[in-house]
């Protein structure tokens, strides 16, 4: 397994913010995949760079347009550059499930080193059209760009998927080829949010995506599948694996059972803290689980 030194990561983006690309790369090289957990405010973008900390792993921190529109672009920029300032981890901010072609040049030019453009839900044509056009727009600032094809399932953000459709590999190589991006998410039976029953992961098509298609394979979905499930994918291609919703419950829960202990609590410092020491404890595993731990020396 290949470690890094910090600082051939933070050569790049003003010694803060660091671009996907690099981290994405060393794990499709080595076998393992980075981490991609979705934060909401302040307190989860610090558990979450705690636990990268203690474990010395490379970490993207994401945000949705949802998410976006609750705090904006230039407070999420803020927060997790001067989060990542005290750290020597890489860290990238990524616009997680980008709408449109204006939202990801915007948080281009806020400051976020990775994009999704997610044209997942758009015709073939149409959704390689959106995907080039903001490869060509986020190329000359060395923003590497991520997209889908195939739908994932379930609710994420606004975006709802009636039915499963996975991924083809044939159109998924026409696709990556077309469009330049740098890093595919792939469809393969998961759905966003937690499982109403054990879901049934078409792991084959994985690995036929993965003999025909050369960038590095996304994983969404990721809350309420199975370690084995995800240990799996991450063998046969995934180099990057999305959390989101269970990190929320995460969040949530340790407030609840505060307030279940400590009914008078009214200090946003004590939610804070309750909800943090939980999300940072999921994210260690989690990252356990992707084995991106110890690959920063
Ligand atoms: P979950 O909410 O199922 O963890 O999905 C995360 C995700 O794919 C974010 O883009
Ligand atoms: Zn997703």
């Given at each position: ?7 051939d ?5 003003d010694m803060?913010?660091?671009?996907s690309?690099k981290?994405?790369l ?7 995949a980075?981490g991609?957990?979705n934060?909401?405010n302040?307190?989860m973008v ?5 636990a ?5 792993a490379p970490v ?5 347009p ?9 407070t999420?920029v ?10 020597s981890?890489?860290?990238a901010?990524h ?5 449109s072609?204006?939202?990801a040049?915007?948080?281009?030019e806020?400051g976020y080193?990775s ?7 758009e015709?073939?044509?149409?959704n390689i ?5 903001v490869?060509?727009a ?6 590497p760009v991520?997209?889908e ?7 994420e ?14 159109e998924?190589?026409?696709?990556v080829?077309?469009?330049g ?6 469809a ?5 949010g ?12 994985l690995?036929?995506?993965?003999n025909?298609?050369?960038?590095p ?6 809350s309420?599948l199975?370690?084995?499930d ?7 291609g995934i180099c990057?694996?999305?959390f989101a ?7 949530a829960?340790?407030?609840k059972?505060?307030?279940q202990?400590k ?12 909800g ?18 110890n690959?920063?020396?």
């Amino acid at each position: 397994m290949q470690s890094r030194n910090v600082s051939d990561y933070k050569e790049e983006i003003d010694m803060s913010l660091v671009t996907s690309e690099k981290m994405l790369l060393d794990a499709q090289k080595s076998g393992y995949a980075i981490g991609a957990f979705n934060v909401e405010n302040m307190e989860m973008v610090k558990a979450i760079i705690a636990a990268a900390e203690e474990l010395r792993a490379p970490v993207m921190l994401q945000t949705t347009p949802s998410t976006i529109k609750y705090g904006t672009l230039e407070t999420y920029v803020a927060i997790v550059t001067a989060e990542a300032k005290k750290t020597s981890i890489p860290v990238a901010l990524h616009l997680d499930h980008g709408s449109s072609f204006e939202l990801a040049v915007r948080a281009i030019e806020e400051g976020y080193t990775s994009i999704m453009i997610d044209g997942s839900h758009e015709a073939f044509e149409d959704n390689i059209a959106v995907t080039k056009k903001v490869v060509e727009a986020a190329r000359p600032n060395g923003i590497p760009v991520e997209a889908e094809l195939g739908k994932v399932g379930g609710k994420e953000d606004d975006l709802e998927a009636e039915t499963d459709t996975n991924t083809d590999p044939m159109e998924a190589k026409e696709f990556v080829d077309r469009t330049g991006i740098s890093s595919l998410a792939v469809a393969i039976g998961t759905v966003h949010g937690f499982y109403l029953k054990t879901p049934v992961l078409d792991k084959e098509r994985l690995s036929e995506i993965c003999n025909v298609v050369s960038v590095p394979l996304v994983l969404h979905g990721a809350s309420g599948l199975s370690d084995k499930d995800v240990k799996e994918c991450i063998r046969r291609g995934i180099c990057k694996v999305n959390f989101a919703t269970e990190l929320r419950v995460a969040y949530a829960d340790g407030i609840k059972k505060l307030l279940q202990e400590k009914p008078d609590t009214f200090d946003p410092k004590s939610f804070g803290k309750a909800g943090m020491e939980n999300v940072k404890n999921l994210v260690k595993n989690r990252m356990l689980i992707c084995g991106c731990d110890n690959k920063v020396l």
